[in-house]
Structures are given as structure tokens and as C-alpha cells.
């Protein structure tokens, strides 16, 4: 049975960071693109990095180059993104996906 489940984020000050976690089950994990996906409110999914987790190549959405930072651990079967220098218009819920699966998603709240 697959699972992605998410952790992390909550309030964060604009400027501020904090790091996502979503650990994996289930399938193979070590040659899998993995995605994260967010949804802000009232709008539609964004696509916002993925990483190729054989090698660790990583691609970013624009708005994030730079603050954002995805990365895997194989040992532990867990996908990461860093986010620094967070803005209010990063609030979202963020999801963890691997086609066709998606984690129940983690809101991050960018507010002062």
C-alpha cells in the first residue's frame, strides 16, 4: 500500500523558513520523480519542484528559484523541501506526489 504522508510548516513570518517532510511507503523510492505540488486558497494546484530521486536533479518553479530547495534521503525514503525566505503568496497547502499519489497535504502559512 502506498503512502505519502507530509509534515511540517504551520505559521511562518514572511522572511521566515521551515522545511517539509513526507515520508514514503511502499513503493520503490530510490528511482521515482517525486513532485511537490501546492494549492494557495481559492486557486488551483501549482506545481512547484521535483526531483529525479536516482540522481538527485531538481527543478524548480520560477517564483521559488532560490528560496526553495528539494531534496531526498534514500535510507529513509523521505522527500524534503526546504523553503527560506518565505513570502505571503507561498501560502498554500503543499502536497507530496509521485504520479499517481499524493500525501493529504500540510498548510504553511506565511503571516505576520
Known amino acids: 500500500q502506498v503512502q505519502l504522508v507530509e509534515s511540517g510548516g504551520g505559521l511562518v513570518q514572511p522572511g521566515g523558513s521551515t522545511r517539509l517532510s513526507c515520508a514514503t511507503n511502499?513503493?520503490?523510492?530510490?528511482?521515482?520523480?517525486m513532485y511537490w505540488v501546492r494549492q494557495a486558497p481559492g486557486k488551483g494546484l501549482e506545481w512547484v519542484s521535483s526531483i529525479w530521486t536516482g540522481d538527485g536533479s531538481a527543478y524548480y518553479l520560477d517564483s521559488v528559484k532560490g528560496r526553495f530547495t528539494i531534496s531526498r534521503d534514500i535510507d529513509k525514503n523521505t522527500l524534503y523541501l526546504e523553503m527560506d525566505s518565505l513570502k505571503s503568496e507561498d501560502t498554500a497547502v503543499y502536497y507530496c506526489?509521485?504520479?499517481?499519489?499524493w500525501g493529504q497535504g500540510t498548510q504553511v502559512t506565511v503571516s505576520s
Open positions: 506526489a509521485t504520479i499517481p499519489f
Open positions: 511502499g513503493f520503490v523510492f530510490n528511482t521515482k520523480w
